[in-house]
């Protein structure tokens, strides 16, 4: 799962990421942790189960934020288009009252214009249509201003929705982060019960040498956007994992793969569920450097292929941007973008 802001940088505290893609680590670590160790299996399974649902949340968690945004931006929008059509109003008003000023002086002032000046000008828009003594000058000055005044009413309810929809992402966004932060928590204090040779192991399984450079092969980028990304990611292999993050201090998985690309001038969506339709889905036999690898069914890790099956990722909390085989959870697709 990735993100653009925040736990770290912006906005609506995007400096968030979910505990990414784990459901390789169980294997390594029980590869990696003598046999001895068989009686805490069980609460090592139970952590990479916590950290693979907090990494589903966190991608909600990054939808839900990257909604907000847009809803801000939207809302935003919405308030200088209003802006601008009161000025518009304000403008025909003042020319329709230099129009009664001229009709009062010529010998009276006409009873449309009047109601027009009264308290309730909607009521004036209403029955002006109606009125014999309406010039066509003064008739097309009121339907215009009849309409400026609708499209602001318009305009006004559609700004008042996004607000009300914009509070309800947010609070959203609130929901999926404590469900975040729930599960590291109870991962943490998991790892925290087991022994300290048991928390030793495990943490080796999960950093040991997957920072240093594998042979990749000799595969290049299947464009040189891609062989920009394939820089970027390779650039901050070490960085820590920030749920919610999208560097480049800290990377959340699709984080990660979005600020990659975005060195390359290349914008992709926040989470890896967007991700994996940002391009052109290939078959994993197929895959070249830059290419996006999405994992499990719902989409919820993601990675960026290296050459000679490895990419690069973000993996969990604890565990820093890193190499690992492409194939260390289900692969549901890979894009090329």
């Known amino acids: 799962m990735g993100s653009h802001r925040r736990l770290a940088p912006s906005g ?4 968030a990421g979910a505990a990414v893609g784990f459901l390789s680590v169980a294997a ?51 308030r200088d288009r209003i802006a601008r059509q009161q000025q518009r109003i304000n ?31 909607e009521d004036y828009l209403d029955r002006a249509a109606r009125l014999d003594r309406v010039t066509a000058r003064q008739a097309g000055e009121l339907k215009n201003l009849q309409d400026a005044m609708r499209e602001l009413a318009q305009d006004r309810e559609e700004a008042a929705g996004k607000l009300r929809e914009l509070e309800k992402s947010r609070k959203t966004v609130a ?15 998991l790892l925290n019960s087991l022994p300290e040779a048991e928390r030793a192991a495990y ?7 997957r920072g240093d450079l594998p042979y990749l092969g000799n595969a290049t ?13 390779r650039s901050v292999v070490g960085r820590p994992y920030v749920w919610g993050a999208n560097g480049p201090s800290g990377f959340d998985c699709s984080g990660l793969t979005q600020w990659s690309y975005a060195q390359a001038g290349v914008s992709l969506p926040r989470t890896s569920q967007a991700q994996r339709y940002a391009g052109r889905q290939v078959p994993l036999s197929e895959a070249r450097p830059g290419d996006l690898v999405v994992y499990r069914d ?10 000679n099956g490895q990419v690069i990722h973000a993996p969990y909390p604890g565990a820093p941007v890193r190499y690992d085989p492409v194939g260390m959870m289900p692969v549901s697709s890979v894009t090329r973008v």
């Open 175 to 189: 929901v999926h982060k404590k469900s975040v932060e729930r599960k590291l928590a109870t991962a943490r204090r």
């Open 28 to 78: 390594t670590a029980l590869c990696a942790v003598p046999a001895a160790s068989a009686p805490y299996d069980d609460t090592r399974a139970e952590v990479d189960r916590l950290y693979e649902q907090a990494e589903k949340a966190t991608e909600a968690y990054n939808k839900a934020d990257e909604r907000a945004d847009e809803l801000r931006e939207e809302a935003g929008t919405a």
């Open 221 to 233: 980028a299947a464009s040189g956007r891609g062989a920009a990304a394939v820089a970027a990611a």
């Open 12 to 15: 609506f505290d995007r400096g």
């Open 203 to 209: 943490d080796r399984a999960s950093r040991s040498g």
């Open 91 to 121: 403008s025909m008003r003042e020319s329709l009252g230099s129009l009664a000023g001229a009709q009062y002086r010529s010998g009276g002032l006409d009873p449309s214009l009047a109601l027009l000046l009264s308290d309730d000008p």
């Open 298 to 307: 719902d989409a919820s890790h993601v990675g960026m292929y290296m050459g």
